[in-house]
Nanobody
Framework: QVQLVESGGGLVQTGGSLRLSCAAS????????MGWYRQVPGKQRELVAF???????MYADSVKGRFTISRDNAKNTVYLQMNSLKPEDTAVYYC?????????????WGQGTQVTVSS
């Protein structure tokens, strides 16, 4: 059974920091690309940051220079360090694991963790 369990969300003031973690089980973590997405009510889920199984990263323009994604394959965990937080970063943050195998995409989601940034 695949599980992605996010933690580290919470309430923080503008300019503060949070570190999200996503612990994976039931998958071979090292062969999956990992991503963090976020969603606010009434809007589509959007990609925040992505790290490939090789360690390459990409970020949404809105978080570049403030957020850092990293992974620890020994701990089956992906992290999102969020600095200089803004009220517009308020959302539910979801962890995603994805791999391509024989032209089929295997994709898994966590349950989400709430991040609230107060002004």
């Amino acid at each position: 059974q695949v599980q992605l369990v996010e933690s580290g969300g919470g309430l923080v003031q503008t300019g503060g920091s949070l570190r999200l973690s996503c612990a994976a089980s039931g998958i071979i973590f090292s062969i999956h690309d990992m991503g963090w997405y976020r969603q606010v009510p009434g809007k589509q889920r959007e990609l925040v940051a992505f790290i490939t199984r090789f360690g390459s990263t990409m970020y949404a323009d809105s978080v570049k220079g403030r957020f850092t994604i990293s992974r620890d394959n020994a701990k089956n965990t992906v992290y999102l360090q969020m600095n200089s937080l803004k009220p517009e970063d308020t959302a539910v943050y979801y962890c995603n694991a994805r791999r391509l195998d024989s032209a089929r995409v295997y994709e898994y989601w966590g349950q989400g963790t709430q991040v609230t940034v107060s002004s």
